[in-house]
């Protein structure tokens, strides 16, 4: 003889619940999600040079690497996991706070002046201004009166 089960669409929400966050738990959305991430640049232009700014919070001036290669510019770093955050038995019920390596590479389609290029820390905002070459810059030309007759 067949059991008759009533259905419990609360109870069936709940298992498919609990089946969603089994799919896309911690194993799937692991550390390999968090371990390499590209930095959120904001840039912008003035008439003297190009400025981007990226907030890398808890790091050091040190821990960043920035090079420039022709018109391709790198910045690179890693966030460390700290030893207190992962092991020990913890069992996380959250764990956003981002780890791992960044890069980000972006093509300077503006001339600049290489030599001249700076690159500050402050307040974990990395801040580098990009100076244009004197061709770029907007030049001001005075417009002057011819004395002919037309």
Known sequence: MANIVRWNPVRDMIQMREAMDRAFGENY????????????????????????????????????????????????GEYQTNKEQSGNGKNFLMRERIYGKFERTLTIN???????????????????????????KPRQISVKASNGNK
């Open 29 to 76: 959305f692991g550390r390999e999600s968090r371990t390499n991430f590209s930095l959120p640049i904001d840039a912008y232009a003035t008439e003297e040079a190009l400025v981007l700014k990226a907030d890398v919070p808890g790091l050091k001036p040190e821990d960043i690497q920035v090079t420039l290669e022709g018109d391709t510019l790198t910045i690179r």
């Open 110 to 136: 503006t001339p600049i002046d290489p030599a001249k290029v700076e690159a500050t820390f402050e307040n974990g905002v990395l801040t580098l201004t990009l100076p244009k070459t004197e061709a770029v």
